[in-house]
């Protein structure tokens, strides 16, 4: 189980637990005069119960409630010690019933991972999060939106939207208007239900597009260990145009047989992504 690091108040109205081992995502608070809105849920009970504490500790109120950006286990599988209302996506609810009714014993895990439903990496580290003893409550959707949703925390402004992406397709972004900014979750990093992490141009593009017309300055991803300012995302936005364009053209000219020689391999693109490649 992974050492907690130490909580940031990276804005006014936002507090941000970085990520950490093994596979833990950031999480974040936005604190309102009426509310506290906490982004994802967290990989375990611990995990959240480890935010949840360092929020007391700074005198932050409980989250009256918490915004899934999609539902990947180690964003969802703390939800329910916040005690909470969920609120997510209409895609992201409906995985979340079929989590619940999920077996994530061992015997379970490995079947998966034999019958290639699931990366090893995945399985490991669940059993490393989550230890022998396996308990894993789902916490149900309360609240689900299609295209977006806005709160009024008092005195902040959240808008949180469905974007979808490589990664996954239920992903949403949390804008938090007043301290411009965007919690990103993990859609922008690649797509991991294949035998490779792909990004492709076809959605990755409009999403990039999407990603900068919020009026953002800072941006928290799921599992980069920094907080991004404009200029950095717009210089990774740069990156991934780049690296897709050059793919595009190598496979438009040598046809699909060629797309693994097209391939611009894993340093033309920020580690940040956590991809091997880009296709068409």
């Not at 608070?29 to 360092?54: N, Q, W």
């Not at 409550?137 to 949703?149: K, Y």
């Not at 992406?165 to 922008?188: K, N, T």
Request: glycine letters at 8%.
């Amino acid at each position: 189980m992974s050492a907690v690091r130490d909580l940031s108040r990276i804005s006014p109205r936002v507090y941000w637990l970085p990520p950490g081992k093994p596979d833990r995502p950031s999480l974040c608070a936005v604190v309102g005069e009426h509310g506290t809105l906490m982004l994802d849920g967290g990989a375990s009970s611990a995990h959240a119960r480890a935010f949840l504490d360092r929020l007391a500790a700074e005198g932050v109120a409980p989250p009256t409630a918490t915004a899934l950006t999609h539902s990947d286990w180690d964003h969802v599988f703390g939800a329910a010690e916040v005690n909470a209302p969920v609120v997510a996506h209409r895609l992201t609810a409906e995985d979340l019933v079929e989590l619940a009714g999920t077996d994530w014993s061992d015997e379970a895990l490995d079947a998966r991972v034999a019958a290639g439903e699931h990366r090893l990496e995945l399985a490991e580290n669940i059993k490393e999060e989550l230890g022998s003893q396996r308990d894993v409550p789902i916490a149900l959707a309360d609240i689900t939106f299609e295209d977006a949703l806005d709160l009024d925390l008092g005195g902040v402004d959240v808008h949180i939207e469905h974007v979808g992406g490589d990664h996954a397709p239920d992903s949403s972004v949390v804008y938090v208007e007043q301290d411009r900014v965007l919690f990103l979750g993990d859609s922008l990093y690649a797509s991991t239900s294949g035998p490779e992490r792909t990004l492709t141009t076809k959605l990755a593009f409009p999403l990039l597009d999407t990603v900068l017309s919020f009026d953002a300055e800072l941006f928290v991803e799921g599992h980069t260990e920094s907080v991004m300012s404009r200029t950095e995302i717009a210089t990774l936005v740069d990156d991934f145009r780049r690296a897709g364009t050059l793919v595009d053209e190598c496979v438009s000219s040598s046809g699909a047989v060629g797309r693994d020689r097209c391939s611009p391999g894993p340093n033309s693109i920020s580690a940040n992504r956590r991809a091997t490649s880009c296709a068409t």
